[in-house]
């Protein structure tokens, strides 16, 4: 027979050899009866189910939570570095280039053209022949302007030995005095005879010497437009020739009135402003000469002053008319903390740069640009030194996560000294 205790457990019992009962020396658990054993499965079975909801509604919070909130992958950025170096402060405007001198030729005789002696975009000296008109007709005026001094030049001598005589016998009284005034009258009268004729003489020789057309400065001949054969007037409103003077040769160009107190100031203090002429696209230098005069005063109407800069031009690369970049250095800045335009942003605060930080994280940072020359900038608010994002600006904020690109060569600034 059985018994059970509060506990749940069963002992066996059993009788000794006299016949009475006793316990046994161990209690064995006794198998639940088949309704506990049910009981206690339920349990298990419901504990197991719990565990799974719980362990599946994990997982969902998890990827939801990942789904929501995704990892945010660094901004992928190159970078530059900000130096120490020189810049110039240039003032820049749009100029002509403008030739000292410009030499239309015109006859100054009338006459046929005999030779024209120069080659279309020849270049010429001072002396070198240019057009002749026939000498012939000039050469013959001269000719009687020669005869006719000789004439007078006889008769002027004739007179003055006439004058000796009569100046002897008026010392003897063999002739009055009036009869010596008349040969005086006439040895003067011989003497104006003989200027008049030299002076046509002269005028003869000048008009033979215009015949013959030469070259009054060093240029270059523009186009022709005359040709052997033609009447030309004396000063025709047709030019013979067109001579430009390329070597030196100088640029116009206007700045604002803002600009010239330190353009004054510096020409002032004895400096020799450089001016650099660049094409039409201001990428290529063209020539670079110096600061020559400016004008007296500033226009009213556009708020500009003229100046005039002077450029050698030995290999012609500045030709008449043609416009230009100009840019006037007006001062040096040295020693400043220079950047490449490509790093500097812009809002509606100002200028700012995106600076790299330790933690591979970029804080946006205010700054001044003080001077561009080029695609560098002398900036203020940085140290030199100081490492900036260069691009992937669309991507970033202050803040955001960065990291190098591998292959990104780093920008460097070239320090400026013009």
Request: aromatic share 4%.
């Amino acid at each position: 027979m059985t018994s059970s205790n509060g506990l749940g457990e069963h002992a066996v019992m059993s009788r000794s050899p006299d016949g009475k009962a006793g316990k046994n020396a161990s209690l064995r658990p006794s198998i639940p009866p088949p309704g506990r054993r049910r009981g206690w499965g339920r349990i298990a079975i419901g504990s197991i189910l719990v565990l799974g909801v719980i362990a599946l509604y994990a997982h969902w919070k998890a990827r939801s939570n990942s789904a929501t909130h995704p990892t945010v992958p660094p901004v992928m950025i190159s970078t530059a570095t900000a130096t120490s170096g020189d810049i110039g402060v240039y003032v820049q405007a749009l100029g002509t280039v403008t030739p000292l001198n410009t030499v239309s030729l015109t006859a100054r005789v009338s006459g046929q053209i005999s030779k024209v002696e120069y080659r279309e975009g020849q270049r010429v000296h001072i002396g070198d022949p240019l057009v002749e008109i026939d000498p012939a007709p000039f050469q013959a005026a001269v000719t009687q302007a020669e005869g006719q001094l000789a004439r007078d030049q006889a008769q002027l001598e004739l007179a003055k030995v006439n004058l000796v005589r009569e100046t002897d016998l008026l010392n003897k009284k063999v002739v009055s005095k009036q009869e010596y005034d008349t040969q005086v009258a006439t040895d003067h009268q011989s003497e104006g005879a003989v200027k008049l004729d030299q002076g046509n003489l002269d005028m003869a020789r000048v008009n033979l010497a215009y015949c013959h057309i030469t070259s009054p400065i060093d240029g270059l001949v523009g186009l022709r437009l005359v040709d052997p054969g033609n009447i030309v007037q004396a000063n025709g409103s047709t030019p013979l020739v067109m001579i430009t003077q390329l070597q030196p040769i100088t640029v116009e160009f206007n700045v604002a009135e803002d600009d010239v107190p330190q353009i004054v100031q510096a020409v002032h203090n004895g400096k020799q402003l450089t001016v650099d002429a660049y094409d039409r696209a201001n990428k290529k230098k063209l020539a670079t000469g110096t600061l020559g005069a400016f004008n007296s005063q500033i226009d009213p109407t556009t708020g500009t002053l003229r100046l005039r800069a002077i450029f050698k031009n030995d290999d012609d690369s500045l030709f008449p008319n043609q416009f230009v970049n100009a840019r006037l250095l007006v001062d040096t800045h040295t020693g400043v903390t220079l950047l490449p335009n490509n790093a500097i942003q812009r809002n509606d605060d100002g200028t700012f740069v995106y600076s790299l930080q330790p933690n591979q994280t970029v804080a946006a940072n205010t700054i001044t640009v003080v001077t561009t020359n080029g695609n560098v900038s002398e900036v203020q608010g940085l140290q030199p030194g100081a490492v900036v994002t260069a691009d992937s600006f669309n991507r970033l904020s202050d803040g955001a996560k960065v990291a190098i690109r591998p292959a990104a060569v780093e920008a460097k600034v070239v320090s400026h000294n013009k």
